[in-house]
């Protein structure tokens, strides 16, 4: 297998259609295969951060997504945020975080502190 640097979107496809015929194959780690497989997907995660970048999330988004994700309500966000008008106000966009809200945001759901600051 020929592997070289991804600079094209012809190339681009190409290495991804090889990294799906590789991980239909299973190769273990270690084999000629398997390194083929590490280097194409290094490749792959180099091209699409230069060519794909994803724009960080706002401090709402964030903690509507880490909500959805533990299957947390309005009352479970208390202790982070506040009473519940607060919280409401938080996730409407209409309150700023201040900066203790950030710190038990960032403690109690590890949600990282930049994207709450707003500097990611």
Partial sequence: MDIHPIRTKADYAASLAA???LVD????PGTPEGDALDILTILIERYEAEHFPLAAPSPVE???FRMEQAGLSVP????????S??????LA???????AMIR?????LHIPAEILIGTA
């Fill in 25 to 28: 194959a299973d190769p273990a």
């Fill in 104 to 108: 038990r945001l960032h403690e109690g």
């Fill in 19 to 21: 990294v799906s015929l």
């Fill in 85 to 90: 008008n607060r919280v409401y106000e938080v």
């Fill in 62 to 64: 964030a903690i509507k």
């Fill in 93 to 99: 966009g209409k309150r700023a975080l201040s900066l």
């Fill in 76 to 83: 479970d966000m208390q202790p982070y945020i506040g009473n």
